[in-house]
């Protein structure tokens, strides 16, 4: 089973959760200083905001899978679609463990293909590489090089 996954940068936290809360009549299942995260059911997403990245707005767009071998398949469509990927084992981003696939489509927006399997204890500090992402500032698990990465990165 698979997840649309939308990650939000935004400025004021505390009023982005009240205000998602609101709209999707639940609180949500992830809070910490600086995210909060919404795993709904209908509509079927894993919906994240935080005040990391470069701008306000929408970070990346996602797939989230169950298992790791769904993983595996999204990412060989992905590279049969002609794109470049960049996969990561075990990273640690938005408080979590997860294997992942990034690419961006044709217009630039980046896309991350994930599959979570644990918890971490910190927002973490992931990068992808410049040809995986859409915009130059530094956004939710990295928009630069890991020496440029910023600490606080997803």
């Known amino acids: ?4 996954h939308v990650h939000v940068s935004v400025e004021d936290l505390d009023r982005s959760t009240e205000f998602y809360a609101t709209l999707f009549g639940a609180q949500p ?6 995210y909060a995260k919404w795993q709904l059911e209908d509509p079927k997403v894993n919906f994240a905001i935080s005040t ?14 169950e298992e790791g071998a769904e993983l595996a398949v999204l990412a060989d469509r992905l590279k049969a ?11 640690t981003c938005c408080y979590a463990r997860s294997d992942k696939s990034w690419v961006s489509d ?6 991350e293909t ?5 918890e971490a204890t910190t927002y973490g500090e992931d990068a992808v590489p ?12 990295g928009a630069k090089p890991k020496a440029e990465a910023s600490p606080a990165c997803c």
Do not use: N, Y
């Open 29 to 34: 299942t992830v809070v910490k200083d600086d």
């Open 130 to 141: 410049a040809m995986a992402t859409a915009t130059p500032a530094a956004a939710c698990c």
């Open 106 to 111: 044709p217009s630039g927006l980046r896309w």
């Open 52 to 65: 990391h990245g470069g701008r306000v707005g929408v970070d990346h767009l996602g797939i989230q899978v």
């Open 1 to 4: 089973m698979k997840r649309l």
């Open 81 to 91: 679609a002609g794109e470049t990927t960049f996969d990561q084992e075990a990273a």
């Open 114 to 118: 994930f599959h979570t399997f644990g």
